[in-house]
DNA sequence: CATAATGATACCGATATAGTATCATTAATG
DNA sequence: CATTAATGATACTATATCGGTATCATTATG
């Protein structure tokens, strides 16, 4: 079971190399070197970004992608729904009805509780909480 | 991204069955016709359940399975770990390496933390607190 | 007008999910 | 002791998802 599927991992490198790097504009080609990855793949990726407003792009030559939002406004758990959908850690037998053991399921009750908390966790790590992690790792090397 | 999939599903309600019906031994046909779902699939889920000693197998006419453990023994997250192997919420791309932004990965760090508490709460359901809840209910509806 | 970027889409191979199908084995029982 | 009814083991299949690749169209710069 993997939440961070390649999309979203892929999808996070992009967007820590446009804040650290702070370049204007980042193209697909020069992250696509620097992560040694796909850029086909990286790509599509970013477009997605860009349709779904996390991303600003610019077509034509000198053109690339910049962020549409300050980092502590682009949250890991939106990046998980764009890419893998609603989290739904249950698939639940509910709807499936036609179990007659299980009318009000107690198991989906107790996954829903867990799941709840496990969104709520994750609905407050940001780019700017990553990337300033990282920041401070940095600092504590030196 | 789901957790609970078919076969967790239905191995889940097969082991209420056993608990909830009290019988002393139960056949997939049982089963299978009691919750509407597909024989042999149920069989294989049973015979994997049996095979990593949840329960116990019987050949022969009036054969079947039954519970190899006290309900108290059997955790959700056992049956999470058989049919979808272990937890990993992050895929990892620290062994990816190659990754030159992110050598410790801040990330992942993160998700790990959060996969730890999501594992430690998931660990405390057995088929107990399961079956106790379903029990609570019922006498609540009366 | 050439070049270098994204936009949109269609395709593709590998793997996972949710089964189906068969044949072998085993135990009860009439 | 043969029939029946159960599991054991294994191979096959259809569909969906994942991780890409490939193409062609569009657009902006110089």
């Known amino acids: ?3 961070i599927n390649r999309e979203i991992g892929y999808a996070i490198k992009a967007l820590c190399f446009m804040v650290i790097e702070e370049k ?8 696509a070197a620097y992560f040694k990855i796909s ?7 970013l477009q997605k970004l860009n349709k779904v407003g996390l991303l600003e792009s610019h077509k034509g030559k000198n053109g690339g992608f910049k962020l549409a939002l300050p980092i502590s406004e682009i949250f890991l758990i939106d990046l998980i729904k764009i890419f893998q ?3 739904k850690l249950s ?3 509910k709807k499936d009805d036609d179990c ?5 399921c107690p198991i989906m009750s107790e996954i829903e509780r867990l799941e709840k908390n496990f969104i709520a966790d994750l609905a407050k790590i940001s780019l700017k909480t990553i990337v300033e992690k990282k920041q401070i790792e940095e600092d504590q090397d030196q």
Chains 1, 2 share one sequence.
Do not use: N
């Open 1 to 3: 079971m993997k939440m």
């Open 24 to 31: 204007d504009i980042a193209t697909t080609s020069q992250m």
């Open 39 to 45: 850029r086909p793949f990286l790509r599509k990726i």
């Open 85 to 87: 959908g609603p989290i």
């Open 91 to 93: 698939g639940c037998y």
């Open 100 to 104: 007659p053991l299980i009318a009000e």
